[in-house]
Structure formats: structure tokens, C-alpha cells
């Protein structure tokens, strides 16, 4: 069967409803200050609808390994088989609720995502952390290079683009561990766009003129890149990452899991290849999807991006969710 054939057995709209439940279950818990009630509610939620889906889906990119997650754990089965069908293997990376804190605090760019593609096409990443670069679509083959300079990548991205590197806007993680990569920005001039959590849609914003972002630097969490590389591959761009490992037990879970060159730097067709489907429903307001709304008379309103790769479509869903829905 082929990757096309692969994944039309699993409808695009299908992915939109997998990651609308998830946004639904974990809106309900904005502001509420508890991180961990808002991802076992969204958990829980994708979990239901993907165990809904005709396929052999196999979770590689989830919410850790299976004795550190009772539910969506790297490695787990989901979907059913129909007596008599013969089903499609499929491979999945999901984060039910990329950002648990902006939700826990009521802030911006929750999100809710999933990402599938043949089996094989995902990077089997640990769960460790990962330093990413990242821009849109449209710029020359070798653009950014992780192995090199910020200001020599910010300079070759100018000049792609014909203007000067202070007219250069980078998306960088607000984190203490990017002190460094932020001085050397300011000091040519680009303007560095901070956010609190939330690189998944970080990375995508490259993609989108309206955010006016134009690169993505930083490090965070691999599974989280391995979902950025799969919204990528849909719409065009470049990416690449490196992992980071802070002791050896986080070497020892990527030997479990194959990962033989530690210094390897992967790029968007190591991360994600092939036909790909992404979904990312939105849970709190972001530049990039509205959030979860909810509206007299029991009705939830959500903002859902799909997007797939064969085709090259990006579909945008507002759904209107009532009572028993």
C-alpha cells in the first residue's frame, strides 16, 4: 500500500476531531492553575477519540515513556481493527496539550496537536530536549545550518530574503538557557520575538507573513520538533535539530530507542518524510489559532489548523460543538 493510499484510509477531518476533543477537555481547566489536571484532561480526551479510528496507529512521539505515562505513552497501540478490514499502520506524534502551563495560567498559544504519517515517516525521538532552527518556506536549500553561527544563519536568511539582518524577526523560547543566542541577535540588530512556552507553534509561525516572524532558534523539547518538522513538511520550510543530553540516562533512553550518534544533526526529512497529516486545534487565543470558546446554550467553539503534505492543502475549521457532541 502506498504512503498516499496509507493514509487515506485515515480522513484529514478525522484528525480534526481528535485534536478538537483534546482542546475541548483541557479548556475547561484554563486558569486554574493545575498543569497536571489540564494534560490528563486532554490526554484522556485524544486518547478516546484516536481508540475511535479504523487503523493500527502506533504512538511514536507521546507524552514520555510507558512507566513515566499511564496513558499515550511512546510505544502504545491506539485504534481499533473491524472484524475483516484490514486497517492501516500507522505512525503518530501527538502532544495532547503543548503548553500545560500557558493553560494552567490563562495564557496565549495553548495548543492541542497530532501528527500521523506512514509508518516509518516519524522520527522515534526520546523524549529528551532538542536545539532547533527552523524557518518558512520559499528560501534556497542550506539557509540555516545548525552547526553554525546565529549571526552567520540570520545573515544568509537576510540576504535570501533581500533586506538587512535588523530586519530579521526571530522567535526564541524565553528561557535563561538562551541568554546567549538573544545577546547575539540584539547585538545585529534583529528583533527577538520572546514567548513563554509553546515552540510547536512557535516553529509554524515562521510559515505564516502575518506573524512576521522569519526564523525559529532555540532549544526545546524533541518530541515537540518532530511535531514542527511534520507542519513543515505539509507547507514548506527548512528545519533541523540536534539533541541535547543532560546525563546518561537520558544517552541510555536514546540507545533504547536506536539512537547511536548523539551529535547527529536532523533535518526535516529525518524528523518527518513522506505524507504526513497534522492537526492542531487551538485551547487558549494565539497568533495563530482562537482558542476554545465557550457560549450560551452549551455550545464550544474551536479553531482547528489541518494540514497535509501530499497535497500541499491547509484547511482552517471552526467548529460549533453542543451538548452531547
Known amino acids: 500500500m502506498s504512503a498516499s493510499n496509507t493514509l487515506d484510509r485515515v480522513l484529514v477531518l478525522e484528525m480534526v476531531r481528535v485534536t478538537e476533543a483534546a482542546a475541548i477537555a483541557a479548556s475547561k481547566w484554563i486558569g486554574r492553575g493545575d498543569n497536571d489536571a489540564a494534560d490528563a484532561a486532554a490526554v484522556e480526551a485524544m486518547r478516546e477519540a484516536l481508540n475511535k479510528l479504523p487503523m493500527q496507529g502506533t504512538v511514536v512521539i507521546g507524552e514520555g515513556e510507558r512507566d513515566e505515562a499511564p496513558m499515550l505513552y511512546i510505544g502504545e497501540k491506539v485504534g481499533y481493527c473491524p472484524e475483516g478490514q484490514d486497517v492501516p499502520a500507522i505512525d503518530i506524534a501527538l502532544d495532547p496539550l503543548e503548553g500545560t502551563t500557558i493553560t494552567a495560567k490563562a495564557g496565549p498559544n495553548a495548543l492541542a496537536v497530532l501528527a ?70 540584539r547585538a545585529i540588530g534583529c528583533s527577538v520575538r520572546l514567548i513563554p512556552d509553546g515552540d510547536v507553534a512557535g516553529v509554524i509561525a515562521t510559515t505564516d507573513p502575518d506573524t512576521q516572524i522569519d526564523i525559529y532558534i532555540g532549544t526545546g523539547g524533541a518530541p515537540e520538533g518532530v511535531l514542527a518538522a511534520a507542519a513543515l513538511r505539509c507547507v514548506g520550510g527548512q528545519i533541523q535539530g540536534r539533541l541535547v543530553f543532560r546525563n546518561e540516562d537520558e544517552k541510555a533512553r536514546a540507545a533504547r530507542w536506536g539512537i547511536e550518534d548523539l551529535d547527529r544533526i536532523y533535518t526535516l526529512d529525518d524528523m518527518a518524510k513522506g505524507d504526513c497529516i497534522f492537526a492542531a486545534s487551538g485551547v487558549t487565543d494565539g497568533s495563530l489559532l482562537d482558542g476554545v470558546k465557550r457560549k450560551s446554550g452549551g455550545c464550544v467553539t474551536t479553531h482547528t489548523i489541518v494540514m497535509r503534505a501530499s497535497s500541499g492543502t491547509v484547511r482552517w475549521v471552526r467548529g460549533e460543538h453542543h451538548c452531547g457532541d
Not at 530536549?129 to 536549500?141: L, R, V
Not at 552567520?152 to 535563561?176: F, Y
Request: charged residues 25%; glycine residues 8%; proline residues 6%.
Open 116 to 185: 500521523i504519517a506512514e509508518k516509518g515517516g516519524l522520527l522515534n525521538a526520546p523524549d529528551v530536549y532538542m536545539e532547533k532552527i527552523a524557518i518558512g518556506p520559499g528560501y534556497p536549500d542550506g539557509t540555516i545550518d545548525l552547526a553554525d553561527s546565529v549571526t552567520n544563519n540570520v545573515a544568509r536568511l537576510a540576504a535570501a530574503k533581500g533586506v538587512e539582518p535588523s530586519d530579521i524577526t526571530a522567535c526564541v523560547l524565553d528561557r535563561s538557557r538562551h541568554a546567549a543566542i538573544i545577546e547575539e541577535l
